[in-house]
C-alpha cells in the first residue's frame, strides 16, 4: 500500500501547555509518514519557542511556520496549509491546538479518503456516535445546533457539522479549490472551504468524534468571529447567485 505524507497543520496562539501533550498524542498514532506543521502567529507565552524545541527534539517530524502578526484562524490555516502543499503533503488536516479534537480518529479519517471517492472528512460532533463534551452548557449546545442549521439552511452543504474544524483533506481538493483564495476568518472559514467544495460537485464525509472542552487557555472567540460567521453564509449565497 503506498504511503501517503500527512501534515497536520496546527495553528497556535498561546497554547504553550497544549501543545507538547497533542504533540506526544500525535507520535503515539499508527500514521506512517506523518508531519505536523505548526504555524504560530507570535504567541506571547512563548508557544513558539516550545514548538522550535520539539522540531529539534520531538518525537516526530515537525515544522514551525512563525508569523509575525495574529491576523485570525483562517489566515494561519491557508499559510499552512500552502507550506504543506509545497512540501508535497498529499492529505493535510486541519487540527485544533486546544485538544479538543481527538487524534486518535486520524487514521480513520485518513482511511476513508483512502478508500472512498471523497474530496474531504470531517470530524462529526453531530453524526451518529459523535458528540460534545459534558461541560458544554445547554445554550453553547443551542448555539452550535442553531450555528449549523443556519448554514445549511442558506448554503445547502448537507452535512451536520457545517462548522467543524477538524478536517482531513485531499492535496488535490485543497488546490481545485484554490485555498489561497480563501479570505474569511474563524468559523466562516471553515464553511467557505466547505462550501466551495460543494459547488464544484465535490463529497463531503462525516466521521463521528467527541469534541472535548479546550484542556488549558482561553477560546480566541470573538464577537467579530461571530459576527463575520453570521454573515459570510449570505455573502457566498449572493456571489453564487
Partial sequence: MEQLKVTVVVPTYDERENLPVLVGLLAGLDLPGLHVLVVDDDSPDGTGAVADDLAANGPLPLSVLHRREKNGLGRAYVAGILRALDEGADVVVQMDADLSHPAGTIPAMVEVLRTTDAAVVLGSRYVPGGSVADEWKWHRKALSAWANF????????????????????????????????????????????????????????????????????????????????????????????
Fill in 150 to 241: 443556519y448554514v445549511n439552511a442558506i448554503l445547502r452543504l448537507r452535512v451536520k457539522d457545517a462548522t467543524a474544524g477538524f478536517k482531513a483533506w485531499r492535496a488535490a481538493t485543497l488546490r481545485r479549490i484554490d485555498v489561497a483564495s480563501v479570505r474569511s476568518n474563524g468559523y466562516a472559514f471553515q464553511v467557505e472551504m466547505n462550501h466551495r467544495v460543494v459547488r464544484r460537485g465535490m463529497r463531503i464525509a462525516e466521521v463521528p468524534i467527541r469534541f472535548d472542552e479546550r484542556a488549558e487557555g482561553a477560546s480566541k472567540m470573538s464577537f467579530a468571529v461571530q459576527l463575520e460567521s453570521a454573515i459570510m453564509p449570505w455573502k457566498l449565497l449572493f456571489k453564487r447567485s
